[in-house]
């Protein structure tokens, strides 16, 4: 039953999928990746990998927003039956691997991962080195000592959410080491890559290898050459992620960023599946996009209050508003329906948004100017699905660009889904509105001496004993002033007298 519920929410993708407008660079070199599911219904993306010799073939997850080789290694207790998370049955066994050099002496480290912002994963794993190339490609990569790491087994329950069954994990995204393995890789295909991921129910996407992305300049160019329409990010400087900046993120028309900035630093991390977006910027949609949020009002300060937001019952995913956002100052608007961000139907056929809150606001970052943000936006490949992503790497313009995958919603259509936004706020008293966010600020009683707030009026009133205060001195102050009135008419009167006396 659950399952027929969310089949008319599943059907316009597919019909949207099969509209699909990605002409691939005939340059670039395609391999298939595999789609997986983290517990939760949330989409990882696997490709083929050899490692060793005689090679290996494993399936890692592809992950934008790190830059090791991972694998894990049946000789360190993983993929024992029972002893660790399942995977395909093909971990790596670095006992029958001839080429492996592998540093004894090296004490096994451990690396903590936050996926989808909630979730941290604690790896161990030996530094070694070995050969590796994709899948199906010939050339094995060499590398030096350190290129690899070997996977322990873990108790950590947690893995297999990041995991979805992966044999380990494949960064592709700088790194300031020369063996940076995803560099490796490329390295004979120009330092570029591209990702298509499919959504649910289409095979898992693919990942392209080198190829020719520029934008065709003339109309005859544009005919001739059906490149995507690459929306490039503006070139990083010594890029530490795979960075680009967003311009004017919005909802129902109002900026999310508010008055904080025109754009935000964003980060696509393929080894995430949610969108996740700073605390303030969070708040500012759900005061937007119609939902039922396990927290309506904004954590305090320092606390990291896990906020969750669900499709209302009542409402039709496909009329969901669209988040809307650009690369460019003046670039083009790119479009996200927010049903592209919904997770399958949970145990109580409830709907979750694929949304987190980074526990840091965007009003608190050090910058507000472009720059690496410290609390920047996460773009999962829930989000990605929707675009053709390339990814530049080469050091003197590393840059990510975004194609969509599929045609702009019309003007009809997105009348009909910004009807669906929520209306806008009504503010009363001393209330100020927040366009952002769509809500009205209570005014800053404390600011004020002996005023509390009156929530319902939205008024800052005085404090009781402050108003007993006020009474007593006004009843004080009309005392002394009688009395003074007084001595004023009986003490010239008295030295009226004493000097009649004197007279
Ligand atoms: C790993 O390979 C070694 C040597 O071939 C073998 O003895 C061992 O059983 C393998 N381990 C697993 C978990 O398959
Ligand atoms: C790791 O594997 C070893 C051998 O299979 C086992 O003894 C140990 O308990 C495992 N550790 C964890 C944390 O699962
Ligand atoms: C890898 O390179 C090292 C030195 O660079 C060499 O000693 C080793 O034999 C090479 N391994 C393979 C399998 O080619
Ligand atoms: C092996 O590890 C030890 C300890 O971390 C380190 O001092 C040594 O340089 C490493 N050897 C190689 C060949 O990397
Ligand atoms: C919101 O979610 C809670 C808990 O999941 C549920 O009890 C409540 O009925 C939901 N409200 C609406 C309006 O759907």
Known sequence: ????????????????????????????????????????????YLVGVTVGEPGQTLSVLLDTGSHLLLVRDARRGVC?????????????????????????????????????????????????ADLFSFAGLHAAINATLGSIGLLSNSSDTDTAYFWADADGVLGASHSSLSTNPIELLLQPHGLMFALDLSPRGANGGTLLLGGTYALPTTAEEAASTPLPGVEWSEVQDRPRYQQLELFEPAVCGASLLGKTSSHWSAIVDTGSSCLSLPDDVFDAMWGWVPANCTSDSPPSPGTTTIRRCYLLPSMDATKLPVLSFRLEQHGRTLQLPLEDLLLPPDQNGAREFCVRSTHRTAADASCPEACPSSSPILIGTMALQRFFAVFDMQSTRSRVGLAPKY??????????????????????????????????????????????????????????????????????????????????IQFPLEAELTVADAN
């Open 80 to 128: 024992a039956p029972g002893a660790d998370v399942p995977s395909d049955g093909n971990c790596f066994n670095s006992s029958t691997s001839a080429s492996l050099v592998s540093n004894i002496s090296d004490p096994t480290g451990t690396l903590p991962i936050f996926v989808d912002v909630d979730t941290e994963v604690t790896l161990r794993y030996t530094s070694a």
């Open 1 to 44: 039953m659950r399952r027929l519920t969310a089949t008319p929410t599943i059907l316009p993708l597919l019909i949207a999928s099969s509209a699909a407008v990605v002409p691939y660079p005939p340059d670039a070199l395609q391999l298939p990746l595999l789609r997986r599911s983290t517990p939760t219904g949330a989409p990882r």
């Open 407 to 488: 045609p702009s919603l019309s003007s009809e259509e997105l009348a009909v889904r910004k009807e669906s936004c929520i209306q806008k706020s009504k503010c009363i008293g001393q209330q100020h509105y927040s366009a952002a966010s769509n809500r009205c600020i209570q005014p800053d009683c404390k600011e004020r001496y002996f005023q509390h707030l009156d929530e319902e009026r939205g008024e800052c009133d005085h404090v009781f004993p402050f108003k007993v205060l006020i009474t007593l001195l006004i009843g004080g102050f009309t005392i002394a002033e009688v009395l003074l009135q007084r001595c004023q």
